[in-house]
Each structure stands twice: as structure tokens, then as C-alpha cells.
């Protein structure tokens, strides 16, 4: 696992924020679920917790910070969630949708400029720009990490000992994918033209190659716990070639492979599409648990 990867995201703010997939409620119920003992604690710290003064002031929530502070039991009593490689807010919008409070860490300046784009005017909301290995949040003051579409890129060894550092006794970690379904025909279409036109191809989704080993180092054992939930969404043309050219992996402009790339997408999508709608055929899958010695 390498973590020199800020930069495979530049310039893909924009794309990613109008192309990409979001999350399904039954991904935010489960974690609701599980945070619901959280708000109960939180609740009686606040109560323990002698009166003061909220220094971090609402004009600097939503602002990049070197050190994000996060107050000991969050605003107005509510759970922290820390959502590291947040990109351009996908997930995080969903977190503030249920009345937590959400520390959005990303590295990569043009993701982070899309999701304060989005969500800066959210008082429960507070953006770091960095690494997920060294996020700045203040120890032992988040009761959920989340992780949508990224854990792939994370060392583990560095990224789990960044998690035991900020999370509460008792929190847990949610590693979240958007998983093309692999037995539908037209994904296998779509896999074949980037096998056919891109050097090197692995995956559509890279996180695919996470193996169970990388879990269980990561999570200390296999107690982690395992969900999926259907996420099938109806899209046209243009979203449909921006989420593919959004990869990573996908050729950029000027590279002899683009054109003919975008040819071998344009086909497959007429040939699968019903009116001019295609549905994605997308699963939600979720490994959820706390790091254990």
C-alpha cells in the first residue's frame, strides 16, 4: 500500500462531485444503530462535564485546519464522526444529515475545495486538509470513522494506528464501497474496454484487491462485521462516461487511449441503456467492527 496518491485526484473535484454514486439510507440506519449507544454517552459526559465555552467558533468549522480540535463531546451532544478521505463530500453530507457532528479529512486540494463548495455553511462540520495517516484530530475524540471509497490507498499498518489514536474506547471504524455488481453483462463490458485500452488495468473498483488478510490486519482479528445493500441507480450518458473517466486509472487527455475508450463507452452504454437511462448496477458494501488488539 503506498500513500503518495493526493495527486492521482487533481482536477477531478467537479467531475466527482456530479458523477459519482451516493450512499443508500440502509448504509446510514446501520450506522445510526450502532451510534445510537454513542449519543446516549455523549449525553452524560455533557451532563458530568463542567459549563464553557464553545471556543472554536461557527466562522472556523468549515474551514482547512492544521489541528482540528474537536470539542470533547462534539456539539450540542452529538457523536463524532471522523469520514478520512472524504473527497468531495458524498458521504460526509449524509453523516451531517443525521445530526452529527462530521470531521471531513482529505489531502487532495481540488476534492477539498468541491466538498467546502457543497457543505461549508453546516456549523456541525469541520475540514482538514490531510493524510489519512495523520489526520490532526485531537486523541481519543471521534466515536466513528468512516472511509467511503478509500481505504484502498491508506498504508493499514499507519492508517489503523491513526485510528486507535482518535477513536473513543469502544468506537468503530466503517470501511464503505460502492461495488459494481461483476455478473452483470454490461459490467464485464465496461471491464473489457478498460482491459482492452488501459496498460496495467486491475479492477473497476480498486478495492476489490483488498484482501481478507489486509482486513483482519487492519481490524486485529475476523470479527469484523460484513453488510451489502443495493444501491442500483438510473443515469444517462454524460454521468455515466464521467464516472468511468473519473477513475483513477483512466487515460486523461491527450493520452492515444482516451478517444478510443470513450468510443468503447459510448457503445456499451446504447447497447444496455433503455431511453436513453442506464442502470448502474451498484452494491453498497460495508465492513464495520472495532480495532482490537
Not at 445510526?32 to 472554536?56: H, K, L, N, Y
Not at 481540488?110 to 495517516?133: F, I, K, Q, S, Y
Not at 482479528?221 to 441507480?233: I, K, L, S, T, V
Request: contains cysteine; hydrophobic residues 40%.
Amino acid at each position: 500500500m503506498t500513500t503518495d496518491n493526493t495527486g492521482k485526484f487533481t482536477g477531478l473535484g467537479e467531475v466527482y462531485a456530479r458523477s459519482r454514486p451516493g450512499y443508500p439510507t440502509e448504509l446510514l440506519d446501520l450506522l445510526a444503530a450502532r451510534m445510537g449507544g454513542v449519543e446516549a454517552a455523549a449525553a452524560e459526559r455533557i451532563e458530568a462535564a463542567p459549563a464553557s465555552a464553545d471556543s472554536t467558533g461557527a466562522d472556523s468549522t468549515a474551514a482547512d485546519t492544521t489541528a482540528a480540535e474537536v470539542p470533547e463531546a462534539g456539539r450540542a451532544g452529538a457523536p463524532v464522526v471522523a469520514d478520512i478521505g472524504a473527497g468531495t463530500g458524498k458521504l460526509t453530507a449524509e453523516l451531517l444529515s443525521r445530526g452529527w457532528n462530521v470531521s471531513a479529512v482529505e489531502p487532495n486540494d481540488d476534492m477539498r475545495d468541491a466538498l467546502v463548495a457543497r457543505l461549508a455553511d453546516d456549523e456541525r462540520l469541520t475540514v482538514v486538509g490531510a493524510p489519512a495517516e495523520a489526520t490532526t484530530l485531537a486523541d481519543a475524540a471521534v466515536d466513528l470513522v468512516t472511509v467511503a471509497q478509500a481505504f484502498h490507498w491508506f498504508d493499514i499498518p499507519s492508517f489503523r494506528a491513526e485510528c486507535r489514536r482518535i477513536l473513543r474506547p469502544g468506537g468503530q471504524v466503517a470501511l464503505i464501497w460502492n461495488f459494481r455488481r461483476r455478473s452483470e453483462a454490461s459490467v464485464q463490458a465496461v471491464a473489457e474496454a478498460f482491459r482492452a485500452r488501459v496498460g496495467g488495468f486491475v479492477a473497476l473498483t480498486l478495492g476489490e484487491e483488498i484482501t481478507d488478510e489486509d482486513l483482519e490486519e487492519f481490524y486485529g482479528g475476523p470479527h469484523f462485521q460484513r453488510f451489502a445493500f443495493d444501491n442500483d441507480e438510473e443515469i444517462g450518458w454524460e454521468t455515466f462516461r464521467e464516472r468511468h473517466l473519473s477513475t483513477s486509472y483512466a487515460p486523461k487527455e491527450g493520452d492515444p487511449a482516451r478517444e478510443p475508450l470513450i468510443a468503447d463507452l459510448e457503445r456499451i452504454f446504447h447497447e444496455y441503456a433503455v431511453d436513453g437511462r442506464y442502470t448502474f448496477p451498484n452494491s453498497t458494501h460495508v465492513l464495520l467492527g472495532e480495532l482490537t488488539d
